[in-house]
Every structure is written in structure tokens, then in C-alpha cells.
């Protein structure tokens, strides 16, 4: 809750998109293997290049990553602390005319309608997870995108699963 009211620094840097999505992945494995959750048949691809740049905020970006990072993970829950045996995160990163745009998509359980429909007002304490989240991880995401003058969107399909699309201006520096 600190982050989503905390101020955003003005100050920027710039910083390797891939590096971000890296940290805030290993990050997110950490924390799961800490609580000693069975995450091996989840598998995570990165399709970024190397290069590709932007100025941000950097704890603050990596923290958006990471609760996307998270919820992509928990749409594999299958019961309390119990992931499913398979399935695949696919992070991607790409410059597009007006900046970059990030995905971060999974095939786990997706949001019937209802659920995506609340989800996507991006509001704290508002979450489809019954077994996990405090409905701050969205919320947080979606602050610090607007903060840095980009946008989220959200689209899940119940059973076939979810894509987040963040994209932050700027040329890229790449």
C-alpha cells in the first residue's frame, strides 16, 4: 500500500528493459521458492531484445513487473499454495512507433467477464483471486504506469488466460 501512495520520483534513468524484466522475475521465483511453492512445470520465456531501453523510475518499474509477474504465476493456482503441473508466462518487449510495449501473457485460469470488468478499473482492494492477493498488486501497476505517462490494459479469457499490455513513451534508445 506505501508504493500506491507514495509519491513517484521525477527523477529517471535509463535502463535496460530486459534487465528489469529479468530482476522482477527472479525476484517473484525467490519469494515463491521461499514459501516452498512446486513452480517447476510453469515455464517462463522472454522475448526482449537486449538493447531496447527506457527512462524510468528503476525500483519502481521493476515493482510493476513483479506484481504482473505474480499474477501470471497465480493463475496457475489450482488450490491453496498448489500450482498446476504445466503452463507458460511469455514476457515480450518490442519498440513501437510512440515507445515501448510490454506483455506479460499466460495460459493459466483466466477471468470470466465480470471478473476482467473489475479488474480492469485497476482499483486497490479489488481482486479476483480467492486464494491470494490483497488487491493492491494491479493497482500499484497501474499508478506507477500512469505516473510514468504510460498505459495498462488488461484482457483475460476464463480458461485460456491473461495478457497485460503495458506501454511507456519515448523513443526507446535502442
Given at each position: 500500500?506505501?508504493t500506491l501512495?507514495?509519491?513517484t520520483?521525477?527523477?529517471?534513468?535509463q535502463?535496460?528493459?530486459?534487465d528489469?524484466?529479468?530482476?522482477?522475475?527472479?525476484?517473484?521465483?525467490?519469494?515463491l521458492l521461499?514459501k516452498?511453492?512446486?513452480i517447476g512445470?510453469l515455464?517462463?520465456s522472454?522475448k526482449?531484445?537486449?538493447d531496447?531501453?527506457?527512462?524510468v523510475?528503476r525500483?519502481l518499474?521493476?515493482r510493476?513487473?513483479?506484481?504482473l509477474?505474480?499474477?501470471?504465476?497465480e493463475?496457475f493456482l489450482?488450490?491453496e499454495?498448489t500450482y498446476?503441473?504445466?503452463?507458460?508466462?511469455?514476457i515480450?518487449?518490442?519498440?513501437?512507433p510512440?515507445?515501448?510495449?510490454?506483455?506479460?501473457k499466460?495460459?493459466?485460469?483466466g477471468?470470466p467477464?465480470?471478473e476482467?470488468k473489475i479488474?480492469?478499473?485497476?482499483?486497490?482492494?479489488?481482486?479476483?483471486?480467492k486464494?491470494t492477493?490483497?488487491?493492491?498488486g494491479l493497482?500499484i501497476?497501474?499508478a506507477?504506469i500512469?505516473?510514468?505517462k504510460?498505459t495498462?490494459?488488461l484482457?483475460?479469457?476464463?480458461?485460456?488466460?491473461?495478457?497485460?499490455?503495458?506501454?511507456?513513451?519515448?523513443k526507446?534508445d535502442?
Amino acid at each position: 500500500i506505501h508504493t500506491l501512495v507514495r509519491k513517484t520520483p521525477a527523477g529517471r534513468t535509463q535502463e535496460y528493459v530486459l534487465d528489469l524484466l529479468r530482476k522482477a522475475c527472479d525476484l517473484e521465483v525467490e519469494n515463491l521458492l521461499a514459501k516452498e511453492r512446486n513452480i517447476g512445470g510453469l515455464k517462463v520465456s522472454m522475448k526482449v531484445s537486449p538493447d531496447l531501453r527506457f527512462r524510468v523510475s528503476r525500483d519502481l518499474m521493476i515493482r510493476v513487473f513483479r506484481n504482473l509477474i505474480k499474477n501470471a504465476y497465480e493463475s496457475f493456482l489450482i488450490a491453496e499454495a498448489t500450482y498446476a503441473d504445466s503452463g507458460n508466462i511469455d514476457i515480450s518487449a518490442e519498440q513501437v512507433p510512440d515507445g515501448i510495449e510490454i506483455r506479460i501473457k499466460d495460459n493459466g485460469m483466466g477471468m470470466p467477464a465480470d471478473e476482467l470488468k473489475i479488474a480492469q478499473q485497476f482499483r486497490p482492494r479489488s481482486t479476483s483471486k480467492k486464494l491470494t492477493g490483497t488487491g493492491f498488486g494491479l493497482a500499484i501497476a497501474y499508478a506507477k504506469i500512469i505516473d510514468h505517462k504510460g498505459t495498462m490494459t488488461l484482457k483475460s479469457k476464463e480458461n485460456i488466460g491473461t495478457v497485460a499490455t503495458v506501454f511507456l513513451p519515448g523513443k526507446g534508445d535502442k
